[in-house]
């Protein structure tokens, strides 16, 4: 079978769902045979989002291979089940700066490179690359920012003239708008939809099939008048009304037919039945279950919450494994003082301490793990989050009362938290932080070897300071047990403390491994034991 190319654009305005519409198209397509990736260009100049604040674009996910990419790719890996790559995440900076080496090597010949062909041919490589090579049948492409951004003028002409590189049944282009309901007129407008297809048009590309994403049901009326002034068949109109989650998002889309619309247009059939009956029990335990679950997020970006979205969605995965429904509390750790902490964390039933960059808010952190710690609450600490624990217990246990990080204390004189040594000597911030997934061996008898059941384990990581070694002698000897070590460098990558309910913090970031049907197991571990004690 020939590879077929869908690109997914967007228009009227951003962040409308056009990664959570392209995830459910890829659940969908996989669910009835095909082999699925997805893949995100985003419009920005920054060669990857690793530099970016969280405030600017959300997390930062990373990848296997150590890419640290758009958050939407979080969303593709957890819906499909399936790891992506440096590959599947491409921007204007890497584009500019790929044509630029190779103008700077003389690749092009002497000629005067242009957007139109260099630029516009290193996009149109791009979205090929991931389609070679490998058993890829059908490959998505999401196309950052909306039509008519000055930014993405490139990209939509790359994509028109992917059109005409590939035969008509290989290429797809779905296009995902907004209907505005107007409360004082009590309609439903789609006059903000054919501006966004004519500027579409403008541009070259004919939408295939329309996604309206709207807070009502269009009604036939609505569907017939979009077909109409936007020139896309009658069937090809697709409701996307709000959900109560992300998840309902697939089976809306298969109850509005959007797969089977795909698969016509493609000229290519159902290999197999389409069956979501996981999908659906963990929908079921998500939105039906009684017993909730109090567990705050504690960290330096909460007023977006986008900036910890694979942790918040790893707790809902392993919530519904467990038949429960997680309740987060988002805490902003510059709040949290001696004065109020008992106020902030009243009814708590657990907490994560969440990663993060820089000394703002790490004090409030700090407090919150000794609190924790005196009172049984279960504690998870993620990456900063586990560094946090380790200064904490080496100032409240230890007795190191100005033990650090040298992150945030350069001169501390117990610095159990340090630079990796290979790092020092490292300027540029861009994709040089320990990245992508290690190895670690996990001591058997352990809180987090229960958890895995495994001695051996590979988890993803984005960080420069490490646990120093020569305190670990000492954390053992005092109840703070380091059972997770990476073989390769005698990194510490786990802690746990003895005669706690539960009380575990990693080096690595276990969030970007969950997956709606398989959620990590460490997160269900933590949301198994916050519900044992809470159900006594």
Known sequence: MKKKYIFVTGGVTSSLGKGIISASLGLLLKAVGYKVTIQKFDPYLNIDPGTMSPYEHGECYVTEDGAETDLDLGHYERFLGISTSQDNNVTTGRIYNNVISKERKGEFLGKTVQVIPHITDEIKNSFYKIGKNNSFEIIITEIGGCIGDIESLPFFE??????????????????????????TSGELKTKPTQHSVKKLLEAGIQPDILVCRSEHKLGKEIKNKLALFCNVSKNSVIESIDAESIYDVPVLMREERLHEIVLENLNIKKKKPLRLSRWKRFLSNLHMSENKLKIAIIGKYVSLQDSYKSISESL?????????????????????KTQNLKKKLKNIDGIIVAPGFGVRGIEGKILAIEYVRKNKIPFFGICLGMQCACIEFSRNVLGYEIANSTEFDRETNHPVIDLMQEQKKIKNKGGTMRLGSYECFLEKGTQIYNSYKSTEIHERHRHRYEFNNSYKSEFNDHGMKTPGINPKLNLVETIELDDHPWFIGTQYHPEYRSRVLKPHPLFVSFVNKIKSIKNG
């Open 316 to 336: 809902i995965h392993a919530g519904a494994n467990q038949n429960s429904k997680v309740d987060i509390q988002w805490i902003l750790s510059e709040e949290l």
């Open 158 to 183: 790359a994509v028109r003239q992917a059109k005409l590189d590939l035969k008509k049944s290989d290429f797809l282009n779905i296009h995902l708008t907004l209907i505005p309901y107007l409360s």
